[in-house]
């Protein structure tokens, strides 16, 4: 995830194309691949727009950012509908592997499902950013259908041709300006071999640290943990937010996560 800060606004290939190709030492890049669904995710209930679920509302906000291309149109809980009718910007490419069909293939099933959250960019008809959040897939070892209140942002990327006017920022602030995840976890993950280091002529820590300075604004944390895709390269990311109104016992639940290595988890006091 992370295709947020590049300054090269050619079209073309992006360093998240390479995703699955082979590295130089002979080993596949391991890790979620692009951003295509959540299957496999467990059944919970959402609700609707404005609905209460847990005690808590779904909030429907919109912002409009005007800028040098015209008014953006930024927006959460796009429905389905919607987005069959967007046009994809072409310079949105790097999960979808410059297939832009396939990436409102994705934005449409995570729409659709429990816990689904699409927050869009628009732009005359055009989808130009997009941030998905959803729950976990049971595969990974966040995906605990029983945990309602763990959720996942799944990705996050702002076209090539739309990138420094602010989109990251304001797609975050219209999702978690939103009273349903005050009582929530939602974790995020950065990998490097997701990361436009050739547009933005950034080396793979200064792009790290932007990462964290952008969701920082927002709640978002670094923490520690010991799966296997994260620790594969120090400068991946784990970041986590923790709701201003979550308890302590489903932080604690969640920490039980962070270490499958049972004497790295007494270590810390997990």
Excluded at 30 to 56: C, L, Q, T, W, Y
Excluded at 59 to 74: D, F, H, M, P, S
Excluded at 85 to 106: N, T, W, Y
Excluded at 236 to 257: M, P
């Amino acid at each position: 995830m992370f295709n947020l800060f590049g300054k090269d606004r050619k079209r073309g290939k992006v360093e998240g194309s390479d995703v699955g190709k082979k590295m130089s030492e002979g080993a596949e890049r391991p890790g979620k691949p692009p951003f295509i669904g959540v299957a496999g995710s467990a059944n919970r209930s959402k609700g609707n727009k404005g609905d209460e679920v847990g005690g808590r509302y779904l909030r429907q906000n919109t912002r409009e950012l005007e800028n040098e291309k015209g008014l953006i149109l930024v927006e959460n809980y796009c429905p389905a509908e919607k987005l069959e009718r967007l046009e994809v910007d072409d310079g949105i490419c790097m999960f979808s592997r410059h297939d832009p069909s396939r990436q409102l293939k994705a934005l449409v099933s995570v729409s659709k499902v429990d816990g689904g959250n699409v927050v869009v960019g628009i732009h005359d008809g055009k989808l130009v950013s997009f941030v998905g959040i959803h729950y976990p897939a049971e595969r990974e070892r966040w995906g605990k259908p029983e945990y309602t209140w763990l959720l996942e942002l799944g990705a996050i990327e702002v076209s090539r041709n739309y990138r420094k006017l602010g989109l990251a920022e304001t797609m975050l602030g219209v999702a978690f300006d939103d009273p349903f995840y005050d009582d929530k976890i939602v974790l995020t993950t950065g990998f490097t071999w997701h990361w436009d280091l050739e547009g933005t002529g950034m080396d793979k820590m200064q792009y790290r640290s932007l990462g964290i300075n952008l969701f920082g604004h927002y709640g978002f944390m670094e923490m520690a943990t010991d799966e296997p895709n994260i620790t594969m390269d120090s400068a991946n990311l784990f970041l986590v937010r923790i709701g201003t109104d979550a308890s302590f016992s489903r932080y604690q639940r969640f920490a039980s996560l962070l270490f499958a290595n049972e004497w790295e988890a007494v270590l810390r006091g997990l």
